[in-house]
């Protein structure tokens, strides 16, 4: 049997750098460590930081009652208002945002002081895209994903636009996404913000799906990278499965299959993975 591991899968920079500043300021800090929402869309990762008395804050109200100490901002980014508002409360801040989304958060603030409104592309309700668009004026400021809302969306008369993108999206959707627009003929400017790993993670997986009997997409159920992987795996080999750890696979479904394809989110640990592999090799091997 055939494992092809793809050389893409697990922590993406971004998210090891986050999760590496966590676990460093646990060992180095004598203050409560924080993190505002998980640290990344990983359970087994979140468990283990509670575990070593890292609390993650899920809302801005719980601030009040907590003992003072270090917020680690995740790798998502959060908006200015959270920002401020976390520094009012007397939170040490650790900005682990990944750079590409700083990045983001730099082009829209600008752009929105120039008056375009600011359209992204991506899901309403992810912390990246909502960290995103709290650097703009809400009036100025649409968030779409689909066709149909790009084909809706209206500006107003000699209003200007700058498009960008949050950094998982599907490459193929946000070109499409842009076409729609484009045709509309407004005055857009148009910023590919996906980050370049995230489109090569999505090539790669889709190489290797094309070629296998079956696909394993491992990544956190509230993964959105992780999601667009299924899907893009799934258009190109219909035996594709999506789990979070090995305890999700069913390793009897492998036991004819001669090759199979595995790849994994931004957020999946390399241990994680490593199990899935070699456990389906394993299973081929007892037969």
Request: hydrophobic content about 35%; proline content about 2%; charged content about 30%.
């Amino acid at each position: 049997m055939q494992v092809i591991l793809a050389e893409s899968a697990g922590f993406c920079f971004g998210v090891k750098r986050a999760v590496d500043t966590v676990y460093e300021k646990i060992k180095t800090s004598e203050s409560p460590v924080y993190t505002f929402g998980p640290i990344i869309h990983n359970e087994e990762v979140v468990e283990d930081l509670e575990k070593k008395g890292v609390h993650a804050v899920s809302d801005l109200n719980e601030l009040k009652q907590l003992p003072k100490g270090i917020m680690v901002i995740r790798s998502h980014g959060i908006s200015r208002e959270v920002y401020q508002k976390i520094e009012r409360e007397g939170f040490e801040i650790v900005d682990a945002t990944c750079p590409f989304v700083l990045k983001i958060h730099r082009i829209v603030e600008e752009y929105s002081k120039k008056q375009y409104h600011i359209i992204i592309i991506g899901s309403d309700t992810h912390p990246e895209v909502e960290g995103i668009r709290g650097w703009s004026a809400p009036d100025r400021t649409t968030v779409l994903k689909t066709k149909e809302e790009a084909e809706n969306i209206t500006l107003k008369e000699g209003e200007k636009a700058c498009i960008v993108s949050q950094t998982t999206f599907n490459y193929n959707n946000f070109q499409e996404l842009v076409e729609i627009i484009e045709k509309k003929g407004y005055d857009i400017v148009v910023l590919n913000t996906i980050c370049n790993a995230t489109e090569e993670r999505q090539r790669e997986a889709a190489r290797i799906a094309e070629q296998v009997d079956a696909m394993i997409v491992i990544g956190g159920s509230h993964s959105s990278n992780t999601q667009k992987l299924f899907e893009i795996c799934k258009k190109e080999c219909e035996n594709t499965y999506y789990i979070q750890t090995l305890k999700d696979l069913d390793l009897r479904l492998f036991l004819s299959i001669d090759n199979v394809g595995i790849t994994a989110g931004a957020s999946t640990p390399k241990n994680i993975i490593e199990e899935v592999r070699q456990n389906v090799r394993s299973k081929q091997r007892t037969v």
